[in-house]
């Protein structure tokens, strides 16, 4: 054991390792990238969190840095939970709901806390969290504040950042502090602390009110979910409130370490309506959309012919009496989850009038089981997941783009003609109220051609996003995967704010660095896997 490693085991509670197995298994997470720490902690509080990085920037004080990474569950596809340095692993003790108030509709959560265990307990209170990810039942809350993550509720009840009102964060240099909604006066009382924070609050206000005309400017209001950068754009209030909550959801670790949130829910109904249609053009899903988002769905999702063709060739029972073929060129899948029968109804009958006649085919249901036998289509995209053809596997390189919803049906067929320029096999499905879609190529890390080919890929289809005036990420956020292409979406000057609130909060460099910021192609190519599996997650069959 080093002697770094030595001296941590000496002052921190929780278990520290440097096993060669341990550290491989760490080594990589959901993306394609591989990174082998030195070190793995298992924090068992707050203060085994605050005593390493009061550690490292000490060392880094003194010329040498050691990166600190927080580590949920691994499903990070975007190279986030990966680093070369400390791995602060949260699962194994800082696991727990703390309080659960149902009158209030809140709860407080450490970070480690398994996503799906925490809607199971909300659930039996009447509550639940909605912008839950699909990796719901094997990811952690922590993961998901990280990412401001989001999934199929988000098109009604928004994204993580909508919900989380405080946090706990460990910063760089090992101080402790509270975040929340904070007044204006209460504001001024913090600017003039002597402390670290006192810093980041009189440099944050000195930042937003030299940056106003440019943070109106890039904001990109066009967009239903954009997560990537960093959100200046939510801390301050018209009143002068300040709220730093909403710089540290989706700073991926690079600002702070959360060590504990507060979280508000949102009643939860278990009696949806679900209605299915089957599209023979693109042109119709867009009047189908237009119509269908005016209604407040719970939840708007899509899937293509080329993904069930590819379920059906690969796996051919799995959408056995579930669907068939020929199969549509898209099928919707739009749900309806108002508390009030009456009102959902009406939704109901009102969408079920707009689509029949642009649907080939149209299934309303409200019985539980069919709708478990329908959404199984949806969820048949996992399969791309976990099915080989041949050495190749489905990658995470450009699964996360969005665009402005009216764009999203002369977007589409640009990505098919994309992904025929660049001779992959085509598949695609994702969040259509929110125009927000996914797709995984298949590659073959062993070999050079593709290996170069992804990079080509990624430079031409963030490039296309950006073209439809969309951000490179909705939901799954920059990582070390889209960190490149920031500048590009934003532009130098806004780019260089990030770069200045990423040297406030984070002057030596520690925290989760070669993340978002300071990051270019040319980083990524050496990270590269040799070979891509989604081992860590087998327990649980992943899904997208």
Same mark, same amino acid.
């Given at each position: &054991?080093?002697?770094?490693?030595?001296?941590?085991?000496?002052?921190?509670?929780?278990?520290? *390792?440097?096993?060669?197995?341990?550290?491989?298994?760490?080594?990589?997470?959901?993306?394609?990238?591989?990174?082998?720490?030195?070190?793995?902690?298992?924090?068992?509080?707050?203060?085994?969190?605050?005593?390493?990085?009061?550690?490292?920037?000490?060392?880094?004080?003194?010329?040498?840095?050691?990166?600190?990474?927080?580590?949920?569950?691994?499903?990070?596809?975007?190279?986030?939970?990966?680093?070369?340095?400390?791995?602060?692993?949260?699962?194994?003790?800082?696991?727990?709901?703390?309080?659960?108030?149902?009158?209030?509709?809140?709860?407080?959560?450490?970070?480690?806390?398994?996503?799906?265990?925490?809607?199971?307990?909300?659930?039996?209170?009447?509550? +639940?969290?909605?912008?839950?990810?699909?990796?719901?039942?094997?990811?952690?809350?922590?993961?998901?504040?990280?990412?401001?993550?989001?999934?199929?509720?988000?098109?009604?009840?928004?994204?993580?950042?909508?919900?989380?009102?405080?946090?706990?964060?460990?910063?760089?240099?090992?101080?402790?502090?509270?975040?929340?909604?904070?007044?204006?006066?209460?504001?001024?009382?913090?600017?003039?602390?002597?402390?670290?924070?006192?810093?980041?609050?009189?440099?944050?206000?000195?930042?937003?009110?030299?940056?106003?005309?440019?943070?109106?400017?890039?904001?990109?209001?066009?967009?239903?979910?954009?997560?990537?950068?960093?959100?200046?754009?939510?801390?301050?209030?018209?009143?002068?409130?300040?709220?730093?909550?909403?710089?540290?959801?989706?700073?991926?670790?690079?600002?702070?370490?959360?060590?504990?949130?507060?979280?508000?829910?949102?009643?939860?109904?278990?009696?949806?309506?679900?209605?299915?249609?089957? +599209?023979?053009?693109?042109?119709?899903?867009?009047?189908?959309?237009?119509?269908?988002?005016?209604?407040?769905?719970?939840a708007v999702e899509l899937v293509d012919e080329?993904?069930?063709? +590819?379920?059906?060739?690969?796996?051919?029972?799995?959408?056995?009496?579930?669907?068939?073929?020929?199969?549509?060129?898209?099928?919707?899948?739009?749900?309806?989850?108002?508390?009030?029968?009456?009102?959902?109804?009406?939704?109901?009958?009102?969408?079920?009038?707009?689509?029949?006649?642009l649907t080939t085919k149209l299934q309303v249901?409200?019985?539980?089981?069919?709708?478990?036998?329908?959404?199984?289509?949806?969820?048949?995209?996992?399969?791309?997941?976990?099915?080989?053809?041949?050495?190749?596997?489905?990658?995470?390189?450009?699964?996360?783009?969005?665009?402005?919803?009216?764009?999203?049906?002369?977007?589409?067929?640009?990505?098919?003609?994309?992904?025929?320029?660049?001779?992959?096999?085509?598949?695609?499905?994702?969040?259509?109220?929110?125009?927000?879609?996914? &797709?995984?190529?298949?590659?073959?890390?062993?070999?050079?051609?593709?290996?170069?080919?992804? +990079?080509?890929? *990624?430079?031409?289809?963030?490039?296309?996003?950006?073209?439809?005036?969309?951000?490179?990420?909705?939901?799954?956020?920059?990582?070390?995967?889209?960190?490149?292409?920031?500048?590009?979406?934003?532009?130098?000057?806004?780019?260089?704010?990030?770069?200045?609130?990423?040297?406030?909060?984070?002057?030596?460099?520690?925290?989760?660095?070669?993340?978002?910021?300071?990051?270019?192609?040319?980083?990524?190519?050496?990270?590269?896997?040799?070979?891509?599996?989604?081992?860590? &997650?087998?327990?649980? *069959?992943?899904?997208?």
């Open positions: &054991m080093s002697k770094v490693a030595e001296y941590l085991q000496e002052h921190l509670i929780g278990e520290v *390792m440097t096993s060669v197995d341990a550290r491989e298994y760490f080594s990589t997470d959901g993306s394609v990238f591989k990174l082998t720490p030195q070190i793995i902690v298992y924090p068992r509080a707050e203060n085994d969190i605050r005593k390493a990085a009061r550690f490292t920037w000490q060392l880094a004080e003194r010329g040498r840095s050691i990166p600190l990474t927080a580590r949920g569950l691994g499903t990070d596809q975007g190279g986030a939970a990966i680093g070369s340095g400390i791995m602060l692993v949260f699962p194994a003790h800082m696991n727990k709901i703390l309080t659960l108030d149902s009158n209030k509709g809140l709860v407080a959560v450490q970070p480690g806390l398994n996503y799906g265990r925490l809607q199971q307990t909300l659930q039996t209170h009447g509550m +639940f969290l909605p912008p839950f990810p699909a990796s719901i039942e094997y990811s952690t809350i922590g993961g998901a504040i990280a990412n401001n993550a989001a999934g199929e509720k988000s098109v009604k009840y928004g994204v993580t950042k909508d919900y989380v009102r405080e946090l706990r964060v460990v910063l760089a240099n090992g101080e402790v502090i509270t975040t929340g909604r904070y007044s204006k006066r209460d504001v001024n009382k913090k600017m003039g602390l002597p402390t670290f924070e006192g810093e980041i609050y009189r440099t944050i206000d000195t930042l937003l009110a030299d940056n106003k005309d440019l943070l109106e400017k890039t904001k990109r209001e066009n967009l239903t979910k954009n997560v990537a950068g960093y959100d200046l754009w939510s801390i301050r209030e018209k009143d002068g409130s300040v709220d730093l909550t909403q710089l540290f959801v989706g700073a991926q670790g690079t600002l702070g370490i959360i060590t504990e949130a507060k979280i508000e829910t949102e009643s939860y109904n278990p009696n949806t309506t679900l209605v299915v249609g089957h +599209f023979d053009d693109i042109e119709k899903v867009g009047k189908a959309l237009d119509a269908i988002n005016k209604l407040g769905p719970s080329h993904l069930l063709n +590819f379920i059906d060739k690969y796996n051919t029972n799995q959408l056995a009496d579930v669907i068939t073929k020929p199969y549509p060129k898209i099928v919707l899948f739009i749900e309806f989850d108002d508390m009030v029968p009456r009102q959902q109804r009406k939704r109901v009958k009102k969408v079920r009038k707009a689509l029949e006649k249901t409200s019985d539980e089981h069919e709708q478990e036998d329908l959404w199984k289509i949806r969820h048949s995209a996992a399969a791309i997941l976990w099915q080989n053809i041949g050495e190749k596997k489905a990658l995470p390189v450009i699964e996360d783009g969005i665009v402005p919803t009216d764009k999203l049906i002369a977007f589409l067929p640009k990505v098919y003609e994309l992904f025929k320029t660049f001779g992959l096999d085509i598949a695609v499905w994702g969040h259509a109220g929110n125009a927000n879609l996914h &797709m995984q190529p298949f590659f073959d890390l062993n070999q050079v051609g593709d290996r170069q080919k992804i +990079f080509k890929l *990624m430079d031409a289809y963030y490039a296309l996003v950006l073209e439809f005036g969309g951000s490179i990420t909705g939901e799954h956020n920059d990582g070390r995967l889209r960190a490149p292409y920031l500048k590009q979406m934003y532009g130098e000057e806004l780019y260089e704010v990030f770069r200045k609130v990423k040297q406030l909060f984070d002057p030596f460099n520690t925290l989760n660095p070669g993340v978002k910021i300071d990051v270019t192609v040319q980083d990524l190519q050496p990270l590269l896997r040799q070979e891509y599996s989604v081992d860590h &997650m087998y327990n649980h *069959m992943p899904r997208t």
